[in-house]
């Protein structure tokens, strides 16, 4: 079993995706959809970007390894009446149920970074586009020094040492690394284009209540905060991360607004 099914449903990143919804209504602006394209949104989340997806006419299946998050996008669909809009649970690593080629596009914000085997995710992304068709990924970069990275990074060092042969999801974040993993996967380099972009997290009170919400829903942080308990290490952890909440807020008093750099990925296949 994917080892990240037990991470993403502990938490609930839906009260994460709060913060995210205007960032993802812009990403996906930006990617110029055709009405009746078919699109899979894969770690899709509640469907911070399948939603606007689907609002914008294609049609869009929502992918995630979390049960919680699957039965949320559901809801959020039928309430938002789009039928054109479906969620189902998937291994990133492991799309046995997708048949070939059935996609115009694949996205993938910050999902599928973190399913293991990445050779296989590339080669899952590929294999599940349309020739013609095109890859979106957006990935968190290792060492930018910008929120999520730095969250993720003060997090590991609060938590044991991954098992033998894990591949840290951050290794999605190097260009080096996104060409070797795609062209394993029949991708001509030339095909695959990376650049630094800006995803912004907007909470409408003071950042230390973003902090809150990270702290008690995000799945890498809870398991920190598991493990810095026991080793009598929370306060150090809390002010840690505190920290950094306050020192990138861009939103001045009583408003938190979070600029966070990543790597978008763009895959045409041939």
Known sequence: MNPNKALW??????????????????????????PGMDVLDLGCGDGTTALPAARRGANVLGV???ANL?????????EARLENLRFQEGDASDLRDLTDAGFDLVISMFGA????RPF??????VRVTRPGGHIVMGNWI?????????????????????????VSPVSWGVEDNVRERFGAAGVPTENISCAR???????????SELFGTFKKYYGPTMNAFEAATKDGRADQLDAELSQLFEQYNQGGA?????????LKVTVSKP
Do not use: C, W
């Open 113 to 116: 970074m973190f399913a293991p």
């Open 64 to 66: 995630d390894i979390a």
């Open 70 to 78: 699957v039965a949320a996008g559901n809801a959020r669909a039928a």
């Open 197 to 207: 972009e800006t995803y912004v997290f907007r909470h409408p009170g003071p950042p």
């Open 9 to 34: 449903e502990k938490g609930d990143f839906t009260k994460i995706a709060a913060a995210m919804r205007d960032s993802g209504d812009a990403l996906v602006e930006g990617l110029r959809l055709r």
């Open 142 to 166: 290792p060492g930018d020094p910008t929120l999520i990275a730095q969250v993720l990074k003060t997090s590991a060092a609060y938590t044991p040492p991954p098992p033998e042969g894990f």
């Open 120 to 125: 296989d995710v590339a080669r899952e992304m």
């Open 254 to 262: 009583g408003r938190t607004e979070i600029p966070a750099t990543f």
